[in-house]
């Protein structure tokens, strides 16, 4: 009785250690997610056109056609999605209080879950 208390308990513990994995990975797709919409922001908000923002989804999709094995294939999308934001011409010929407000958007620590 005693053995199967304590394999219930590392089983719980194993468990337990996947949720948070999880967590911290649906945390970082979470604030990844808020760059991207926050770039998307500033680009309606500089006029984008509509044609300009579907090549940029389209160049992002296409460059992520393949997952990648080991990366989470959302946050992959979604990392490429916002580097190809950063890079729009739009953003890049912003003063630059802006262009450095938007740099600091990026989180330099990535973590593959």
Do not use: W, Y
């Amino acid at each position: 009785e005693l053995q199967q208390k304590v394999e219930e308990t590392e089983l719980l513990k194993m468990e337990l250690q996947m949720l948070e994995t999880e967590r911290v990975r649906l945390s970082l797709v979470e604030e990844k997610l808020m760059d991207v919409l926050q770039l998307l922001q500033q680009l309606r908000d500089l006029n984008i056109s509509k044609r300009a923002l579907g090549k940029i989804l389209l160049s992002t999709l296409e460059s992520c056609r393949d997952p990648q094995p080991g990366k989470a294939h959302l946050f992959e999308v979604l990392d490429t999605l916002f580097h190809e934001l950063t890079a729009c011409e739009l953003l890049q010929s912003q003063p630059l209080e802006k262009a450095q407000s938007c740099q600091s958007l990026s989180n330099p620590l990535v973590i593959s879950c």
